[in-house]
Structure formats: C-alpha cells, structure tokens
C-alpha cells in the first residue's frame, strides 16, 4: 500500500512557474514508477507525466511537452512536476498517482492504483 500526499498548488499568472511535489509512504518508493494526471472542471482526467522507478525515463503528454519536467528524490521518497510557461488551460486539480510495484511509466490512467488528494493549480491571464 502506498499513501501520497501533495503540496505546491497554488494561484500563478500566465507565463509563471510552480513546483508540485508529492510525498509518499507507506512502502519502498523507488520501486514505483509515479505519474502526475491532472482534471480540469467538468473534464475527464488527463495524463500529464510519467517517471520511471530509477528516474531515468520520463514521459509527457503533448500539450505539456517543454514545459514541464517530472522528477523524483527516492532518497526524500518525493515526486516533482516543476511547471514553467504556465498557461490557463492548465489549470486543474494536479493528482500524483503510482501504479502496482514493478509497472513500468504509462499514461493509462486505468493503470494507477494509488491516488493523492490532488492538489489545486489555477493559472490567471
């Protein structure tokens, strides 16, 4: 079983820059490859980024591509999305997630068992 808890939410204008981090426990982290997804109002939720247990292997959905790094500190059991160039149409609910131990990164949602509270990033014009 693993517990995720989020920080870093926050109100940010157009064109700035906010760090999410996500702070697991519960069982070995870096045995998991994590995930951010993201749900704006009234959508579905949509793949964001997905990391790799080593880190060595990220992936990212096209509308975040080049502005968004996913990153994680196994020593500090922690996950990062460091969001730049923010725009308003990212603004949404930010969950981490982790799927079952040994899965490789994927952007199915559906693969995900493990969910933070989310965490509320709005981006101004």
């Known amino acids: 079983q693993v517990q995720l808890v989020e920080s870093g939410g926050g109100l940010v204008q157009a064109g700035g820059s906010l760090r999410l981090s996500c702070l697991a426990s519960?069982?070995?982290?870096?045995?998991?490859?994590m995930g951010w997804i993201r749900q704006a109002p009234g959508k579905e939720r949509e793949f964001v980024a997905a990391?790799?247990?080593?880190?060595?292997?990220?992936y990212y959905a096209d509308s975040v591509k080049g502005r968004f790094t996913i990153s994680r500190d196994n020593a500090k059991n922690t996950l990062y999305l460091q969001m730049s160039s923010l725009k308003p149409e990212d603004t949404a609910v930010y969950y981490c997630?982790?799927?079952?131990?040994?899965?490789?990164?994927?952007?199915?949602?559906?693969?995900?068992?493990?969910w933070g509270q989310g965490t509320q990033v709005t981006v101004s014009s």
């Open positions: 990391i790799s247990w080593s880190g060595a292997n990220a």
């Open positions: 519960g069982r070995t982290f870096s045995s998991y490859a």
């Open positions: 997630a982790a799927p079952v131990a040994d899965n490789p990164p994927t952007p199915i949602i559906s693969h995900y068992d493990y």
